[in-house]
């Protein structure tokens, strides 16, 4: 692509679906490895900048939450690269979204859990409109379609999460970066280097899921009703794979089917387009015979 400049105004909601203080998300984009991308929020304000001398951040020193993450993602790469090839079986249906009949790709697999379960597209072109979850639970829709550099990018979305919304955005602004208004890259005396791996706190991390393979209870742990939680720590590297998954804590006879399951486990890249992070955290998988 070349070098652009989108800027959004977000609202949050809390759990009750009251509205929380309005955020905007601004990126300038010139290249995979040098951008410069802003949240500003009365509860969150961070920049974070990448250079020829590496990644950077200022501002707040917590990540995004999951409303943050999930304005991005949903904005900027709404269907995450790196979910062929797990096993996934494709399906299709058909869905009616107000007036329009949308057409679905279905992901499904015994045991195994994508967190979007289906992507619906209008039947003619290849316009993202609604994201379902695996449980049908919460999706997202995407409207006020435009056509920018080749790409469909939707200027209203609205995130819903049983029956109640999560957060809605509006793009104010989207155009091709000009020489003249490329922004100043300098790195600030407060900016904080990103070092690998990423240590990304355990509430964090599932915000960039992509895909669980479910656990199977032991049959002699049921038999001995053995229940519990297994904290697993866990090295996610630049492709979204697990790796170096060590046991923390948990039932001795629940810890090889919790790695099992985490093995499989597939998370989108982390953060940084064109520039993946490999992350450091913690999984917690609860074994219930309720």
Request: net charge negative; hydrophobic share 40%.
């Amino acid at each position: 692509l070349d070098p652009w400049h989108i800027r959004a105004t977000y609202q949050l909601y809390d759990h009750t679906g009251q509205p929380e203080p309005q955020g905007t998300f601004e990126e300038f984009w010139l290249s995979p490895t040098r951008f410069k991308r802003t949240f500003s929020s009365p509860q969150f304000s961070e920049t974070e900048l990448s250079t020829d001398r590496g990644l950077y951040r200022v501002g707040d020193h917590d990540w995004p939450n999951k409303s943050e993450f999930l304005i991005h993602d949903s904005l900027i790469s709404p269907i995450p690269g790196g979910i062929g090839g797990l096993g996934l079986h494709l399906g299709k249906k058909s869905v009616s979204l107000g007036t329009a009949n949308l057409e679905c790709l279905t992901l499904q697999s015994p045991g195994v859990m994508p967190i979007a379960g289906a992507y619906c597209f209008e039947p003619t072109q290849p316009m993202l409109r609604i994201t379902v979850s695996s449980n049908g639970q919460s999706q997202t829709e995407y409207s006020d379609i435009v056509l920018f550099e080749g790409q469909y990018i939707a200027r209203t979305i609205r995130s819903i999460d049983r029956g109640k919304i999560g957060f809605s955005l509006h793009v104010d602004l989207i155009e091709p970066l000009a020489v003249s208004r490329i922004p100043d890259l300098t790195v600030p005396a407060a900016a904080i280097p990103i070092v690998e791996p990423i240590s990304l706190p355990q509430i964090e991390a599932p915000n960039l899921l992509i895909l669980q393979l479910l656990p199977v209870y032991p049959p002699m742990a049921k038999l001995s009703h053995i229940e519990g939680t297994v904290l697993i720590d866990v090295t996610v590297d630049k492709d979204g794979n697990t790796k170096n998954l060590h046991v923390v804590s948990g039932p001795e006879g629940l810890r090889e089917s919790a790695l099992r399951a985490v093995r499989a486990w597939k998370y989108r890249a982390f953060l940084f387009p064109g520039e993946p992070l490999a992350v450091h955290t913690q999984v917690q998988i609860i074994y219930s015979l309720m």
